[in-house]
């Protein structure tokens, strides 16, 4: 996905970047590829595929919860910063949490944070499970499957919030008896699927409410 590409899909997801946040997220791309060579963050290092697969995917969130209305938002089990820091740069009015198991990773959380000069967002070296707080949107991307996920995440969505869990092809996962089992503790709202652009591979995001 070069830059015009990356501009155009987004704006089909309602959003614009003003130059402040090309240069972060450029700046954001240099700092991921110097680390990954100290700790292992990502597979994904072509410049085009990071733009495609880790910038686009983190704000195809915007699918199914209006960012620019949501106030506090964590991301749990980060990683390199998707969806989280990537979301905070694109909606600066988000005051964003992101938990990682992780300690070297969080150190290079808060140097990308420090580098880019973002603020309202803190990065904690936790389990998701183990954390206590309440978001309006708890999302993850990638991190477990969706029986799983819910044990790390839902204790941390507030009486109105919602979980986004952001996923690849769910049909082997989210089976009938699968989704039966989790409406009986929480209930699933809304399930979206379509096909990351260019490489028309599966992406699917399961949205929850705690009853």
Known sequence: MNLNEF????????ITLSVKQLDQLEKYYKLLIEWNE?????????????????YYDSLTLNKVVNLKEVNTLCDVG??????GIVL???????KVTLI?????????LNEVIKELKLENIEAIHARGEE????????TSRAVANIEKLVGYTMHLVSKDGVF?????????????????????KYNIIKVEKFLLPIEQSNRSLIVMKNK
């Open 100 to 108: 990682d198991s992780l300690q070297k990773r969080v150190n290079y």
């Open 78 to 83: 980060t990683g390199a910063g998707f969806p």
């Open 88 to 94: 905070k740069i694109v909606f600066p009015n988000l």
């Open 38 to 54: 100290k700790i292992n963050l990502t597979r994904i290092t072509d410049k085009e595929d990071v733009y495609l697969k880790h």
């Open 7 to 14: 501009y155009k899909e987004l704006k089909d997801l309602g």
């Open 131 to 138: 954390y206590k707080g309440s978001f309006d949107v708890v």
């Open 164 to 184: 986004v869990a952001m996923k690849g092809n769910i049909e082997e996962e989210l089976t009938k008896e699968v989704e039966n089992k989790l409406n009986k």
